[in-house]
């Protein structure tokens, strides 16, 4: 997912939440926890995306650095 689709997706989040209290689907006191709730699976779900899964290539120390 690209920065503009992110940027995309948190304006349409935003813009939604009026249109949903107005509505009577949400509260006006609860919006702010749906809109961290999906600030946090966007933003962890991204980091999980784009974190490389092969830890041998994110240490610092290889075992050839590492002293005995």
């Known amino acids: 997912m690209n920065q503009n689709t992110r940027a ?3 304006r349409v989040l935003t813009a939604v939440n009026p ?3 107005f509505y009577g689907v949400l509260e006006e006191e609860v919006v702010p926890l ?3 709730l999906a600030g946090a699976l966007l933003g962890t ?3 999980t995306i784009y974190t490389p ?3 041998t290539k ?3 120390f290889t ?3 590492v002293p005995n």
């Open 8 to 10: 995309w997706i948190y």
């Open 19 to 21: 249109l949903l209290i």
């Open 34 to 36: 749906w809109m961290g």
């Open 45 to 47: 779900g991204l980091a």
């Open 53 to 55: 899964s092969d830890q």
């Open 58 to 60: 994110n240490t610092i």
């Open 63 to 65: 075992s050839s650095s």
